[in-house]
Each structure stands twice: as structure tokens, then as C-alpha cells.
């Protein structure tokens, strides 16, 4: 398993979820499946980033490595 930095931005400063932190995952899949299991997605997808870069939906399985950088940013939808 990889150590890499994950952040997650957007989401209401009152929400009581993960802001920042250092988790061990094997791919973006991993962080995503560990972050729905807390906080069910209801009404938001997320937009993700790898190390600056945009991931599509079919390239969450790609390997992470030590010291990768993850980004979730919620895009909500509603009215």
C-alpha cells in the first residue's frame, strides 16, 4: 500500500468529515469506497485529482505510490 497525502475541498466548514490527512491506499478506488463508507454520497459526485492532474472515472484502479497527492473536490447538484 502506497502513503499518500489525500485532501478533500468544498465541503462546508460545519461538516464533520475529513479535511486533509495521510492514508495508505492502493488506488483511488480504495479512498473513494473508505470515504463513501462514512459519508454516503447522496446528492455529489466528486471531481479527483492525482497529483494536479484530473482522473476519470475508469482510471480510479491505477496504482498509487508513496507520497502521491489526492484530491476530492464534491460537485453538488440540486436545486
Given at each position: 500500500?502506497?502513503?499518500?497525502k489525500?485532501?478533500i475541498?468544498?465541503?462546508?466548514?460545519?461538516?464533520?468529515?475529513?479535511?486533509e490527512?495521510?492514508?495508505?491506499?492502493?488506488?483511488?478506488?480504495?479512498?473513494?469506497h473508505?470515504?463513501?463508507s462514512k459519508?454516503p454520497?447522496d446528492?455529489?459526485?466528486?471531481a479527483?485529482?492525482l497529483?494536479g492532474?484530473?482522473?476519470?472515472?475508469?482510471?480510479?484502479?491505477?496504482?498509487?505510490?508513496?507520497?502521491?497527492?489526492?484530491?476530492?473536490?464534491?460537485i453538488f447538484?440540486?436545486?
Open positions: 500500500m502506497a502513503k499518500v489525500l485532501k475541498r468544498g465541503l462546508s466548514q460545519t461538516a464533520n468529515i475529513l479535511k490527512d495521510t492514508i495508505n491506499a492502493d488506488n483511488i478506488w480504495e479512498i473513494i473508505h470515504i463513501e459519508y454520497r446528492y455529489y459526485t466528486f479527483i485529482f497529483n492532474v484530473s482522473v476519470r472515472e475508469n482510471d480510479q484502479s491505477k496504482s498509487l505510490h508513496d507520497g502521491d497527492e489526492v484530491v476530492l473536490v464534491p447538484s440540486g436545486g
